[in-house]
């Protein structure tokens, strides 16, 4: 397959995976202003920077309100990561690479895009948001199932896993480097309501909270959720998930080429070197850290992915 | 005869009265569309408008598109598609087949001879500025030898009808062809909303355009191409209007579609750049100009090329599809000589009608054209798209005297032709059926081991009432092709 044709793949599925993400976002922020007490706009700050777009947010608006929070996340054409940006990218990624999916993938990406672009053609209403939010999720997973229902499991298959499980480990780790604070020892001792609330939002944005009831009960306890997050390999967001996948996928392209890349070794070396332990190590290691230091390995593994795979010249 | 100076056969241009595809001169139904007609009485209206909605939706959820030059963002727009299938008889085709496979053999052979001992100049039949001045003409094509003597390995045909019996040629497309994925959607999109219909005609498939498309070419591949050749599509991007043809056709045919930037010389090979690493190319269908092919030999700030491979082609190293210097068979100033071209190379009078065309390069033609301008149509030598023409009988005075003072300035760069009397059929509209005018592009695949034509072709239609101009750049519709198995 054609270079250009792997990293039309690999991002055409970060786009879809971004857009269900950010969508998840919203929908946590806007659960929380409705059901806390006190809440204010500015707490929308702490959902822009979890999504990795408040800078750009800052850069063009001068105050903060919830509609405009909302609005930026899902439709800003300045955002390069809005909703509404990553399906038309993810889009102009399908049409690049329209040979390489099946026509039901094609046309289900295509729905998505019309679905979407209508849907957020106009600012949406309060009223109208969970309705929004619904949609741009019921279209995504189309695409998804439709990928699982019909792809080939070549190596067209495989960059898309990469670059699904990619993005949605970047995002796991960016939810945890701007809530890690929540989940620290120390703060487990105030032990108050209010960082129930907390906890809460962070299970939500990676719509974990049934999973996790179903495993600790109704104990919630910050440890656990981290253990939760980071190292839970059958939780399908966690970074154990994600980087296990990503390098299951390294490696059947490795045997299908029957040649060992770097991009392979890094995803093991990640694996071995920092979710294989238990979450003690972790916090011993230092939460924020720990965090840190997967954000820059995940961003070295994509790059060295584009290298090893000829994406650019 | 009032109109000696132009070259071609006048037969069949003083018809005045119209001629419909389904209800003839005389408004009795013909017998291609008799069972068509059967099923057509029995539908309510207003469950077709319903259909006709529903092929939209389908056309939209395929993508299949085009895009529009020139706006800030790039714009996608549907071509119209029109439910009422254009019905030609199995014996009709017959004879167009004949005609179309001996104009496309004359068409090659004249390429050769061109770009090689130019006997057709030698015998006096074609002036020798024709070709030597002619901007079409690729001076790096003198003596190369495509591989398996293939020039046009796709060629489009342009054919209008004015009768029963008499179809014109009305422009030969010899480089890039476009539409064919047209044709092919239409047909799927009709067979999707009406199946019965199918179930009461016996159409002649088109289903296996792509098949035949990747064997023809892979029949073309270097003679030193081991294995199974490896074909490739050669697009100028996704910004080109006709990018979705580009990528349904190789995905159809289960090839790589390339950009420039992903070839390369490696080895004396155009090769991919590949997640493995550069894999040579046999067979290039490129749907990119001559013009941007090499930056190296023609246009030097091209970046929808590749640097070199005209030297790779001379070697014998690659099949370019269709190959450099086609254009100058279909230039409209050598068209008017195509009845010479196809006697010349074939020895058989030619079967399909050339429409007869004043070369305004010539005093006396050019002299005629100005008195006679209201009533003819004046095309660019080299445009297409339907852009920058007149269409005699429609234009205003100042349009008129507009084209004269042009025409006056660089004759050269002008024909002109009497306007035909093109057949219609009808599209469906919301009052009913409404007779259109329309055209016929048959598609031809030609390859060492024969000629190919598909029954049909891809019909545009004139959705506005009376407009000759059926060009989806200007408003024209498409339709589906039907040839029956008689």
Not at chain 2, 237 to 241: C, H, M, T, V
């Given at each position: 397959m054609l270079g250009k044709t792997a990293n039309g793949i690999f991002w055409m599925y970060r786009y879809l995976e971004r857009a269900e993400n950010i969508s998840r976002l919203v929908e946590t922020g806007q659960r929380i202003a409705l059901t806390r007490?006190?809440?204010?706009?500015?707490e929308w700050d702490s959902v822009l920077q979890t999504a990795g777009v408040a800078a750009g947010f800052h850069a063009a608006h001068d105050s903060m309100a919830k509609d405009m929070a909302i609005d930026w996340m899902?439709?800003?054409?300045?955002?390069?990561?809005?909703v509404l940006t990553s399906i038309k990218a993810a889009r102009q990624n399908a049409r690049l690479v329209r040979t390489a999916l099946t026509h039901e993938v094609w046309e289900a990406t295509n729905a998505t895009y019309m679905s979407v672009c209508e849907t957020l053609a106009r600012k949406v209403s309060e009223r109208d948001l969970p309705r929004t939010l619904r949609t741009i999720r019921q279209q995504t997973a189309l695409v998804r199932g439709a990928t699982q229902g019909?792809?080939?499991?070549n190596d067209i298959y495989d960059f898309a896993r990469i670059g699904t499980f990619l993005e949605r480990a970047d995002n796991t780790a960016r939810i945890l480097d701007v809530k890690y604070y929540v989940l620290l020892p120390s703060v487990?001792?105030?032990?108050?309501s209010i960082d129930n609330v907390q906890w809460e939002t962070i299970l939500r944005s990676v719509s974990a909270r049934g999973g996790f009831r179903m495993e600790y009960g109704d104990s919630i306890d910050p440890r656990d959720i981290a253990q939760f997050l980071?190292?839970?390999?059958?939780?399908?967001?966690s970074l154990a998930f994600c980087i296990a996948k990503l390098r299951d996928n390294l490696g059947y392209l490795v045997a299908n080429y029957g040649e060992r890349l770097q991009s392979w070794s890094l995803a093991d070396h990640i694996e071995r070197s920092y979710?294989?332990?238990?979450i003690d190590a972790v916090l011993d290691y230092g939460l924020h850290e720990y965090i840190q230091k997967m954000l820059s390995l995940l961003s070295e593994l994509g790059a060295q992915i584009e290298i090893d795979y000829r994406f650019y010249e | 005869m009032d109109l000696p100076s132009a070259s071609g056969s006048n037969h069949?241009?003083?018809?005045t009265v119209k001629f419909d595809e389904m209800w003839g001169r005389d408004g009795m139904l013909r017998a291609p569309y008799e069972r068509f007609q059967g099923w057509f009485e029995g539908e309510d209206p207003k469950s077709l408008r319903a259909k006709q909605r529903e092929a939209e939706e389908l056309f939209r959820l395929t993508g299949i598109t085009f895009n529009v030059y020139g706006r800030a963002e790039a714009e996608e727009r549907l071509i119209p598609f029109d439910i009422i299938p254009r019905i030609i008889s199995g014996r009709e085709w017959q004879r167009l087949s004949r005609g179309i496979d001996q104009r496309v053999r004359a068409i090659n052979a004249f390429l050769h001879d061109i770009y090689h001992r130019q006997e057709i100049v030698r015998a006096g039949r074609i002036p020798q500025e024709m070709i030597a001045?002619?901007?079409?003409?690729?001076?790096?094509?003198?003596g190369v030898a495509p591989p398996g003597g293939i020039y046009t390995h796709i060629v489009g045909i342009d054919l209008v009808r004015t009768n029963d019996d008499d179809f014109f040629v009305?422009?030969?497309?010899?480089r890039t062809p476009s539409g064919v994925s047209y044709m092919l959607e239409n047909r799927e999109t009709m067979l999707q909303m009406f199946p019965e219909l199918f179930s009461r005609n016996r159409v002649q498939p088109v289903q296996n355009y792509p098949r035949k498309l990747r064997q023809s070419l892979a029949a073309c591949a270097?003679?030193?191409?081991?294995?199974r050749p490896c074909v490739a599509v050669l697009t100028p991007?996704?910004?080109?209007?006709a990018y979705f043809e580009h990528a349904f056709l190789a995905d159809q045919m289960g090839v790589e579609l390339v950009e420039g930037h992903d070839l390369r010389v490696v080895d004396g090979r155009v090769a991919m750049r590949t997640t493995r690493g550069y894999k040579p190319i046999d067979v290039l269908y490129r749907r990119v100009d001559d013009d941007f092919l090499d930056p190296l030999n023609f246009?030097?700030?091209?970046?929808?090329g590749v640097p070199g491979i005209m030297d790779v082609y001379r070697a014998g190293g690659i099949t370019i599809a269709?190959?450099?210097?086609?254009?100058i068979a279909d230039d409209k100033a050598i068209y008017s000589y195509m009845p010479e071209i196809v006697e010349f190379y074939t020895g058989e009078r030619p079967i399909l009608k050339n429409v007869p065309t004043?070369?305004?390069?010539?005093p006396e033609a050019l002299a005629y054209v100005l008195e006679h301008l209201d009533e003819l149509v004046v095309k660019e030598?080299?445009?297409?798209?339907?852009?920058?023409?007149?269409?005699g009988p429609a234009a205003t005075r100042k349009d008129l005297a507009a084209f004269r003072r042009k025409l006056k300035a660089r004759p050269g760069h002008y024909i002109a032709q009497p306007t035909l009397s093109l057949s219609t059929v009808p599209i469906f509209t919301n009052k009913g059926l409404a007779p259109r005018h329309v055209d016929l592009r048959p598609f031809v695949l030609v390859s060492p081991e024969g000629i190919s034509i598909t029954p049909g072709g891809l019909t545009r239609v004139a959705?506005?009432?009376?407009?000759l101009v059926v060009n989806s750049s200007q408003g024209g519709g498409t339709k589906d092709t039907w040839v029956l198995e008689d």
């Open positions: 007490l006190g809440s204010s706009d500015e899902l439709r800003a054409g300045e955002n390069p990561s809005s019909t792809m080939l499991r487990m001792a105030v032990g108050s980071i190292l839970d390999k059958r939780m399908p967001r979710l294989s332990f238990d | 069949g241009m003083s018809d001045r002619n901007v079409a003409f690729l001076p790096h094509m003198i009305l422009e030969d497309n010899a270097p003679a030193g191409s081991e294995g991007g996704i910004y080109n209007s246009n030097p700030d091209s970046t929808l269709n190959a450099p210097g086609t254009g004043w070369r305004c390069s010539e030598v080299h445009g297409s798209g339907g852009y920058g023409m007149l269409i959705l506005k009432k009376g407009s």
